[in-house]
């Protein structure tokens, strides 16, 4: 939602920090606060005074700030704002505001930052952290806390087998996010959106709270999910097979996850989503073409754009590579304190392998091939680093401009910025190709690196799951099923035609 005060920068709040807070009162710190929070400048306004006090020599301003120092040639001032993903240099005279260029960013950003529209600013906010330990953030919007907080007929009150020791549905909801969803936030997000849809409909049919439901009840909402539902414009839809599919899992992992602890004295949700079936029949369909991904490494391999500055072009070449050639989720590549990790392992052949934790927080060995270790080691040597990272080192993969480890949002924005850089550099007439670029994300280069290990590669998917981090087999299995032409060859191989 639009804010109706964006020259107000306090009214807004930084969910992905802990503990969370208001922005600065001011624009300007503001806009400097929100540039070290993603990693990259916002707004900069740049004089040759100010150019040259960050450079050595005009010479060196001239290379690190090629665009900025062309436009100051003519102009007194120029600025560099963020804007789609990439920076801009314009005269200041044409420019926009920096409360505008700051009010856009945010609501860009939204998924982390949060306008409090009515009602004094809260001194604290709910993280994806906080989320899973505060009761009142998991409960659906207008429905009363109350609702939650209690224990049904299938609770179990017996201290020897409940082993949560928790004694209302409120907390053991807690408890099962807490281990079940707080490795990623796309995961919390998605759990959350489920439980609030069940905790709707049994409000909507005076049941609850969860611990009360029978297995009449959960099989009457899956009846309700599936059930077509009619549109403003009065035609029937039915929800994806997807959405439904993610629903009932979700829903079923709850029942089993306090079965299992001793919360629950039944399973009323036992098949309920027939789990196994549907990770038989999921397919993955957000791929991108291998004409595209070439394009794109064409690009990503080429020389930095006249107004990206060269630490930054190493940078994205560098998130680029990880991402592209490593398979791995968006949250993975986000830096552990605790745990060092993801960190890069150098054996005696100056081979690397990146070691990331995944989904559970299992961890997982990722080799990386040769093709992508430039990019790497050019990004690290424009840090000061060596090229090889030492044994032991406990520094985060990829760092903001301003020093810290770049969030998910920033190494998202960067990949975003070299599809849109790519797209850029299509022909007019290719725009199914464009179309692709423009819609595709950081998972889109997951699903294109298992399908380059189970498809074109036909990599034993034992190995292709351990790659991937999948708990399934059968998930890895689906990217099979994106081209009949391997199976095809399998069959005719093994029943060969005699003429």
Not at 446 to 469: C, S
């Amino acid at each position: 939602m639009k804010p109706s005060h964006p020259s107000s920068p306090s009214r807004w709040l930084d969910t992905g920090c802990r503990p969370p807070q208001r922005l600065p009162d001011t624009t300007d710190a503001a806009l400097e606060y929100v540039a070290q929070a993603l990693g990259h400048p916002v707004f900069l306004r740049w004089t040759l005074t100010a150019l040259k006090r960050g450079c050595a020599s005009l010479a060196d301003a001239k290379r690190e700030h090629p665009a900025v120092f062309a436009l100051l040639l003519e102009h007194d001032a120029a600025i560099e704002y963020w804007e789609h993903g990439r920076l801009r240099v314009v005269p200041e005279t044409s420019a926009p505001s920096a409360a505008a260029v700051l009010d856009r960013t945010l609501r860009q950003h939204r998924r982390r930052f949060r306008f409090m529209t009515a009602g004094p600013v809260p001194e604290t906010a709910v993280t994806v952290q906080q989320a899973v330990t505060d009761d009142a953030a998991l409960l659906p919007a207008a429905i009363d806390p109350v609702w939650l907080a209690r224990a049904g007929r299938f609770a179990n009150a017996a201290a020897l087998t409940n082993t949560l020791g928790v004694a209302d549905d409120a907390q053991a909801v807690r408890l099962f996010l807490r281990e079940r969803a707080s490795h990623s936030p796309h995961t919390l997000r998605a759990y959350v959106t489920e439980l609030r849809r069940l905790a709707a409909w049994c409000q909507r049919e005076h049941l609850g709270p969860f611990s009360d439901l029978t297995r009449q009840d959960l099989m009457a909402y899956r009846d309700a999910v599936q059930a077509p539902l009619r549109d403003t414009a009065g035609k029937l839809t039915r929800a994806a097979p997807a959405t439904v599919s993610r629903a009932l899992a979700v829903i079923s992992s709850l029942f089993a996850w306090w079965h299992r602890t001793g919360y629950l004295a039944i399973n009323p949700a036992e098949g309920l989503a027939a789990g196994r079936r549907a990770r038989m029949t999921w397919t993955p369909v957000r791929f991108l073409p291998a004409a595209a991904l070439a394009h794109c490494d064409a690009v990503a391999a080429g020389n930095a754009p006249e107004d990206v500055p060269s630490i930054v072009w190493a940078r994205r070449r560098a998130v680029w590579a990880l991402y592209r050639f490593a398979g791995i989720r968006l949250a993975e590549l986000v830096w552990n304190e605790e745990f060092a990790l993801p960190r890069i392992e150098v054996d005696e052949a100056r081979q690397w392998t990146l070691h990331v934790t995944g989904k559970g927080n299992r961890l997982r060995a990722i080799p990386l091939p040769s093709g992508c270790l430039p990019a790497l080691r050019a990004y690290r040597r424009a840090r000061g680093l060596p090229a090889d990272p030492p044994p032991g080192e406990r520094l985060p993969l990829i760092h903001s401009e301003r020093g810290r480890a770049l969030g998910a949002s920033g190494l998202y924005d960067e990949v975003r910025a070299v599809f849109a850089l790519a797209a850029t550099r299509l022909p007019p007439e290719d725009s199914a190709m464009r179309a692709a670029l423009e819609a595709a994300s950081t998972h889109w280069l997951r699903h294109g690196y298992a399908r380059t290990l189970v498809v074109d590669h036909r990599v034993p998917l034992p190995v292709a799951q351990a790659l991937l981090g999948h708990a399934s087999v059968q998930t890895t299995a689906a990217y099979a099923r994106t081209d009949t032409t391997q199976l095809r060859a399998f069959v005719e191989g093994s029943f060969p035609h005699d003429d």
